[in-house]
């Protein structure tokens, strides 16, 4: 699940990063927000719709799956904030900066994974086992086609 999560988030960078560099076509920090929120919106509907979800079922697992994406975004967010301290500071950086960046990048999956872990036992208490099964298959196949929206997006554009 760290690694779906992971390439969510990567997805979403993906998208993301050529908005920033075009200074021209830069979105308002209003624009960026209410993009992320459709994303994540879309994100929760197309998981409801693939996990078949009942109402009831809906009503418990929507919360604790936006509090663990909040929580991994967090930790994502920190990291990679570490990481532009770093970058930031050059050829100032000193070893203890090196040192603190290197540890984040390198425990971010077993920290993701702790998250995951600790959702993982509450999904249970909500989902089947094929829900929890399919809840990999479709954050796995929503990442692909982000990706692949992204791509013909992209080509859209030469």
Same mark, same amino acid.
């Given at each position: 699940?760290?690694?779906?999560?992971?390439?969510?988030?990567? !997805?979403?960078?993906?998208?993301?990063?050529?908005?920033?560099?075009? =200074?021209? %076509?830069?979105?308002?920090? /209003?624009?960026? #927000? @209410?993009?992320?929120?459709?994303?994540?919106?879309?994100?929760?509907?197309?998981?409801?719709?693939?996990?078949?979800?009942?109402?009831?079922?809906?009503?418990?697992? !929507?919360?604790?799956?936006?509090?663990?994406?909040?929580?991994?975004? =967090?930790? %994502?967010?920190?990291?990679? /904030?570490?990481? #532009? @301290?770093?970058?930031?500071?050059?050829?100032?950086?000193?070893?203890?900066?090196?040192?603190?960046?290197?540890?984040?990048?390198?425990?971010?999956?077993?920290?993701?994974?702790?998250?995951?872990?600790?959702?993982?036992?509450?999904?249970?208490?909500?989902?089947?086992?094929?829900?929890?099964?399919?809840?990999?298959?479709?954050?796995?196949?929503?990442?692909?086609?982000?990706?692949?929206?992204?791509?013909?997006?992209?080509?859209?554009?030469?």
């Amino acid at each position: 699940m760290k690694t779906k999560i992971l390439h969510l988030l990567l !997805l979403v960078v993906t998208i993301v990063a050529p908005i920033a560099v075009s =200074a021209k %076509d830069r979105p308002s920090e /209003s624009e960026r #927000r @209410a993009w992320m929120e459709e994303m994540q919106n879309y994100r929760k509907e197309y998981i409801i719709k693939a996990l078949q979800l009942n109402d009831a079922q809906k009503g418990k697992f !929507l919360p604790l799956y936006e509090a663990m994406t909040r929580e991994m975004g =967090a930790i %994502d967010s920190e990291v990679r /904030s570490t990481e #532009r @301290a770093v970058k930031q500071k050059g050829k100032a950086a000193t070893d203890a900066d090196y040192q603190k960046a290197a540890d984040a990048m390198f425990n971010l999956h077993a920290r993701m994974g702790a998250v995951e872990a600790k959702y993982y036992k509450q999904f249970k208490s909500v989902l089947s086992s094929r829900q929890l099964y399919e809840l990999k298959q479709a954050e796995d196949r929503f990442a692909r086609e982000m990706m692949r929206h992204h791509r013909e997006k992209k080509d859209r554009k030469k």
